[in-house]
C-alpha cells in the first residue's frame, strides 16, 4: 500500500501561468515533507521542506502548503518556467526517529512556452 | 566540488552476472542510501547505512548485497538473485539519518541482456 500518493502522472502548463502538484499521505505519523525535482537520466535535487507545525513554507517561486487534517500537501509555482520542466516527486519522513523517506510515484511537469 | 559520483552511467549486464555499482561522496555526510526508480513507481529504498561497516535493509533488499568499509563510498552489488535489475539506481547521502535533506548522485542506468 502507497503511503504516499501523486495521482497526477502529469501536468502541462503555460509559461508564466501557476502550477500546482499534490501528494497525498496516509501514515499520520508523518512530520516532515520534502518535494525533489528531478531531470531524466539525473538523480533527484532538493526543492523545498516543510514541517508538520508548519502549514506553508515558501522558497521565491516555490511554495509548499499542508493540509495536515486532509493529509495533503501541495507544490505551487508560480511564475512558471519553461526550465521547470521536470518530475517531481513528494517524499515524507517521521523526524528524527530514524525514518527513511517515503516517495511519491512523481508527477512530470511540462511547462509550455 | 564537493558531491556524490555514481560509476558508470550506464551498465549492461548478462542476466545471471553479479554486478557492482559504484557510489563516492566527499561530503563528509555519514547517512549513504540506495534506491531503485522504476518507472511510475517512485524511488524504492533499497539498502542504507548510518556510519561505516553498517547498514540496514531497506524495503526492497532482496537480491542486492552492499558494504560500508569507509565513510566515503557505499558500493551496491546487484546479484543474479534480483529477479527484476533493470532499473536506474540512485544513490544518495545525508548529513545524518533522513528525514535531512539528501543529496542524490546522477544515477546508473543498469540494463540486463
Known amino acids: 500500500d502507497q503511503q504516499v500518493k501523486q495521482n497526477s502522472p502529469s501536468l502541462s502548463v503555460q509559461e508564466g501561468r501557476i502550477s500546482i502538484l499534490n501528494c497525498d499521505y496516509t501514515n499520520s505519523m508523518f512530520d516532515y515533507f520534502l518535494w525533489y525535482k528531478k531531470y531524466p537520466a539525473e538523480g533527484p535535487t532538493f526543492l523545498i521542506s516543510i514541517s508538520s507545525i508548519k502549514d506553508k513554507n515558501e522558497d521565491g517561486r516555490f511554495t509548499v502548503f499542508l493540509n495536515k487534517s486532509a493529509k495533503h500537501l501541495s507544490l505551487h509555482i508560480v511564475p512558471s518556467q519553461p526550465g521547470d520542466s521536470a518530475v517531481y516527486f513528494c517524499a515524507a519522513t517521521i523526524n528524527n526517529a530514524g525514518n527513511m523517506l517515503t516517495f511519491g510515484g512523481g508527477t512530470r511537469l511540462m511547462v509550455k512556452p | 566540488d564537493g558531491g556524490i559520483t555514481q560509476s558508470p552511467k550506464y551498465l549492461f549486464r548478462k542476466e545471471g552476472q553479479n554486478v557492482t555499482l559504484s557510489c563516492e561522496q566527499n561530503?563528509?555526510?555519514?547517512?549513504m542510501y540506495w534506491y531503485r526508480q522504476d518507472p511510475g513507481q517512485g524511488l524504492r529504498l533499497i539498502y542504507y547505512?548510518?556510519?561505516?561497516?553498517?547498514?540496514q535493509k531497506g524495503d526492497i533488499a532482496e537480491g542486492y548485497s552492499v558494504s560500508r568499509e569507509k565513510k566515503e563510498s557505499f558500493p551496491l552489488t546487484v546479484t543474479s538473485a534480483q529477479k527484476n535489475p533493470t532499473a536506474f539506481y540512485l544513490c544518495?547521502?545525508?548529513?545524518?539519518?533522513?528525514?535531512?535533506?539528501?543529496?542524490f548522485g546522477p544515477g546508473t542506468r543498469l540494463t540486463v541482456v
Open positions: 547505512s548510518q556510519i561505516v561497516n553498517d547498514f
Open positions: 544518495a547521502s545525508s548529513i545524518r539519518l533522513q528525514g535531512a535533506e539528501a543529496f
Open positions: 561530503l563528509n555526510h555519514d547517512a
